[in-house]
Each structure stands twice: as C-alpha cells, then as structure tokens.
Nanobody, 123 residues
Framework: QAQLVESGGGSVQTGGSLRLSCAAS??????VAWFRQAPGKEREGVAT???????YYADSVKGRFTISQDNTKNTVYLQMNSLKPEDTAVFYC???????????????????WGQGTRVTVSS
C-alpha cells in the first residue's frame, strides 16, 4: 500500500529555516511535489522534482526553497530558508508516476498524498 509520511514541520521566526521530509513507500514514482495550504487560502504548489533531478519552483519560493531526493532512503526533502510569515501553512507532499512527455508540475493530478505537516513562521 502506497504511503507518504511528512515530517519536519514546526515553528520558527522570520528568517529561520526548516527541512521537511517526505518518506515514501509502497509505490514507484518519478514525480514528487510539495504543496501548501494556508488558512483560508487555496492549496498552492510549491515545488516538484522529476526523476530525482529536474525541479520546478513556484515564484514565491524561488531562491529560498530547495527540493531534493535521496533514493537510498526513498525520501524527498524540502529545505526552506529565509522563511517569512506568509510561508505559514500546512505542507503536503504528493507523488505519482507521470507518463513520459508529461510535465511534473503542481498541475498534475497526484494519486498519493501525505497527511501534512504544519509550518508556522512568526514575525
């Protein structure tokens, strides 16, 4: 059974850093995404990684967030630096196998989702 488990959320002050982890099991995937949903707002795609290397970032996090993958641990990370209060949200990872030629972006309809991890950034 496919399972995604996020961890690493917490509370930090503005300018701080956190590293989120998404541990995957039970499924073979080539596309993993991080999403976030702030209170009262729609879910936003933050970053994706395709085939362990090709990455995509939303403009709001470019230069501050880095997505990476460790295949030996079946884990995808989201390193978040220079955090701002507007980064406060519940962060979710999602994974899937996308067909060749299909872009691995937040627009893909991901099959598997984690339960979320909360990030709070205080000013």
């Amino acid at each position: 059974q496919a399972q995604l488990v996020e961890s690493g959320g917490g509370s930090v002050q503005t300018g701080g850093s956190l590293r989120l982890s998404c541990a995957a099991s039970g499924y073979t995937y080539n596309c993993v995404a991080w999403f976030r949903q702030a209170p009262g707002k729609e879910r936003e795609g933050v970053a994706t990684i395709y085939d362990s290397s090709r990455t995509y970032y939303a403009d709001s996090v470019k230069g501050r967030f880095t997505i990476s993958q460790d295949n030996t641990k079946n884990t995808v990370y989201l390193q978040m630096n220079s955090l701002k209060p507007e980064d406060t949200a519940v962060f979710y990872c999602a994974a899937d196998w996308v067909p060749f030629g299909v872009s691995c972006t937040p627009l893909w309809g991901y099959t598997y989702w984690g339960q979320g991890t909360r990030v709070t950034v205080s000013s």
